[in-house]
């Protein structure tokens, strides 16, 4: 019955405090009262609503996300919502679209890598809105080689401006988000040409359609690459093609804070690494580890809740079946999910004291922690992303058939996720900037440059290092193995900052002990999936395997009478969950079957093409092959 919450019984077996782990989760209570009061906001307003998606074509689908996009900034700006307030209604309206890119790239981007006086001119343009920006890397022939791209900019003296050109097909830009029909302006990569000599890939500010009819400018061709993965999913954002026809952009806008070019034709580079090229990647990357345990963290919700409500089997007496969340099973594979959703918000969390520090640092022109911050954002970006993709499956998994209907929230959540584990740069090539990372710890150990932060441990690798020193192979012939111990040196990291957050201060009846027990889930579900590796390297025996797993099947104990408090801890709505299997009050079953009729196939009793095709195949009004 409506009104009826039919997870009291499971809410009421929590053995914490539910509202102090809420503001653990959000981070703090100014965030989580932004979080709490901007979510309601959005799921309150029928100008927000989502549950039509799927039955949208692509064309009415893009507009609608551009109604949404302009309703949303609308909203920003009557109710002056302040820039954290806007982004959580960006993050809470819940559909990929271009204000992704040009708040997430473009405008990090000029911040990144422009001139102050670059900023100055084009910061204020972009807040506003008064030019809509993307971010155009990638090409249709490379994207992961970033060095390999082929755009060309080629300084002309005699105008002071670049030449903007795409030689080749493959050098089109494809994929940017944005850029398909939206963007009016663009930040391109291109292989910087002064004087006849290359000097590498920069970024350069050039403006894609006009500002008064939104028409293409001369020699830009422009539009959208097509359908993607799944029905609604990604499909609201305009992922784009775009070539140069030699476009004419003045040298004020290549992005000078690394390299500079003069009015004399003089290359100069800045004395800081090349490599801050890269910027907006690590930026992006570490807000992906954020986004991870945002996604997961919605798809465990929708799981456990109706994990709850599910009865299969095991009726004694005629008395109710079994819940599903009670089998041991249901509880292995989901439990470690619950807890690597935890894991990635506070990991998500150390990322961005990590990277405001490299940011803080190269201010200060201190380079020293940037190899580590890159490899860091590679890897968690990968490693949280591979996790998350592959547990929304898993969640899908864990609702059996209803799982696969798009009400259940969760087809539509994997769609729009999967990519994230290949855009801001594939996870395998990420893992492999990780093991070049790693590489070059161990060649320095026994050096007087001595590992810190994330690779300290690796004092301790030193002594194999001596023994084995001189027996090398190829990087590419091993990379198959140094992939694997990328892996293990980021699950490392995200296992070590869940112990540093357990050593905070944490208020809460039993708010600590749930995250103890979620860590050990974490820590221990690992060493049994990888239980090979530490056995085959003596790092433990077969008893501490046995142990270990027993004590999983403890910890699983200890958290069941605590889960449905652990999911209600994000405080999801009903909207921004958008499942009927995830609902607030577990009532599915009569908002499963009343969402069915709503589907337009349901609008006629007898279909359209009955008379056409069927009728006569009953009718045996069709010649039918002697059977
Ligand atoms: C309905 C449900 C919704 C819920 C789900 C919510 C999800 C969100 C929904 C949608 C939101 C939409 C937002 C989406 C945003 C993303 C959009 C995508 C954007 C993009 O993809 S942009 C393009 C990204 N492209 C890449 O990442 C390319 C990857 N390749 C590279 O980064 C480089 O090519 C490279 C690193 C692999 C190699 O570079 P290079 O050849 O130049 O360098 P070397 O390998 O030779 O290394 C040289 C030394 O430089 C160091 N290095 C390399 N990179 C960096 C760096 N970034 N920073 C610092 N240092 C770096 C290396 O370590 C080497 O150092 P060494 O000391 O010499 O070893
Ligand atoms: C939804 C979506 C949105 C995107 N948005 C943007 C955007 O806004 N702006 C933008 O510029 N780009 C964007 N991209 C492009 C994205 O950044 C690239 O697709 C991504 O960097 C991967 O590069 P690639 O496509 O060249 O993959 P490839 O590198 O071609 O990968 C193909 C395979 O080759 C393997 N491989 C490649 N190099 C190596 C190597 N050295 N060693 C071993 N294996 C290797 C990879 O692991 C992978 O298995 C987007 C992509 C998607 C899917």
């Given at each position: ?36 009061r ?23 689908l ?7 996009a ?10 002056r919502l ?34 102050e ?40 003296p ?5 030449i ?27 292989r ?9 890939v ?45 476009v ?23 004395d ?10 690590v ?21 456990t ?58 201010q ?59 855009y ?27 590992p ?9 690798v ?15 012939e ?43 889930i ?56 958008g ?26 009793v ?11 195949l ?10």
């Amino acid at each position: 019955m409506e009104g009826v919450d039919h997870l009291a019984h499971e809410r009421n077996k929590s053995e914490f405090d539910v509202d102090a782990m809420k503001i653990v989760w959000a981070g703090s209570p100014h965030a989580f009262d932004v979080s709490d009061r901007i979510s309601k906001l959005v799921a309150s307003d029928p100008g927000f609503r989502k549950d039509n998606r799927s039955t949208l074509s692509r064309k009415e689908l893009f507009k609608n996300t551009l109604r949404k996009a302009a309703y949303a900034w609308k909203t920003i700006v009557d109710l002056r919502l302040s820039e954290e307030e806007a982004a959580k209604l960006r993050f809470y309206v819940d559909e990929p679209a271009f204000t992704d890119l040009h708040w997430g790239m473009f405008i990090p981007a000029i911040k990144g890598q422009g001139t102050e006086e670059q900023q100055q001119k084009w910061l204020p343009l972009a807040y506003k809105m008064q030019i809509i920006g993307c971010y155009a890397q990638t090409e249709l022939g490379h994207g992961s080689n970033v060095q390999g791209l082929e755009t060309t900019a080629t300084f002309d003296p005699q105008t002071d401006e670049f030449i903007i050109h795409s030689p080749t097909l493959t050098s089109s830009k494809w994929w940017p988000g944005g850029l398909g029909k939206v963007a009016t302006h663009a930040i391109a990569y291109a292989r910087l040409i002064v004087g006849g000599r290359e000097h590498g890939v920069n970024g350069f500010i050039v403006q894609l359609r006009s500002l008064e009819d939104h028409s293409p400018l001369l020699g830009i061709t422009v539009g959208d690459i097509g359908m993607k993965f799944g029905n609604g999913a990604y499909n609201t954002m305009d992922n784009g093609v775009l070539r140069f026809d030699h476009v004419r952009i003045p040298r004020n806008q290549m992005l000078m804070r690394v390299s500079q070019v003069t009015c004399e034709g003089k290359y100069k580079q800045s004395d800081v690494p090349r490599q801050l090229v890269y910027g907006t990647m690590v930026y992006v990357r570490q807000t992906i580890v954020a986004d991870a345990s945002c996604a997961l963290s919605r798809a465990v919700c929708i799981a456990t809740r109706y994990s709850a409500v599910r009865r299969q089997f095991g009726s004694q007496n005629g008395g109710p079946e079994t819940q599903v969340i009670d089998y041991k099973t249901q509880q292995s594979r989901l439990f470690p999910l619950l807890a690597s959703a935890y894991a990635f918000r506070f990991i998500g969390e150390w990322l961005k004291w990590l990277y405001a520090d490299v940011t803080q640092r190269l201010q200060a022109n201190d380079f020293s922690t940037l190899p580590e911050a890159h490899a860091c954002t590679a890897g968690l970006k990968s490693l949280t992303t591979t996790a998350t993709a592959d547990g929304i499956e898993e969640c899908r998994k864990l609702c059996g058939g209803h799982g696969y209907l798009c009400s259940s929230g969760l087809p539509e959540l994997f769609a729009v996720y999967v990519p994230a584990c290949t855009y801001e740069g594939d996870n395998t090539v990420l893992l492999l900037q990780v093991a070049r990372f790693l590489m070059k710890t161990v060649s320095q150990l026994g050096s007087s440059k001595k590992p810190v932060g994330t690779i300290a441990y690796m004092t301790r690798v030193e002594h194999l290092m001596q023994c084995r020193c001189g027996v090398q192979r190829g990087f590419a012939e091993l990379s198959v193995d140094l992939v694997e111990a990328a892996v293990a040196h980021c699950q490392l990291i995200v296992v070590s900052k869940f112990i540093e957050k357990l050593q905070q201060e944490i208020p809460g009846k039993g708010v600590k002990q749930q995250l103890e027990v979620l860590c050990n889930i974490y820590a221990l579900f690992l060493l049994h999936k990888h239980q090979g590796d530490f056995l085959s390297t003596g790092c433990i025996t077969p008893k501490h395997a046995a142990l270990a797993n027993d004590e999983l099947r403890s910890l699983y104990s200890q958290v069941r009478p605590n889960a449905i408090a652990l999911v209600d801890a994000f405080n999801y709505t009903d909207h921004y969950l958008g499942s009927i299997l995830g609902c607030y009050d577990g009532n599915v079953y009569p908002k499963l079957y009343e969402a069915a009729w709503k589907d337009p196939l349901n609008e006629s009793v007898v279909p359209d093409g009955y008379h056409q095709y069927i009728r006569p195949l009953l009718k045996q009004e069709i010649r039918t092959a002697r059977l």
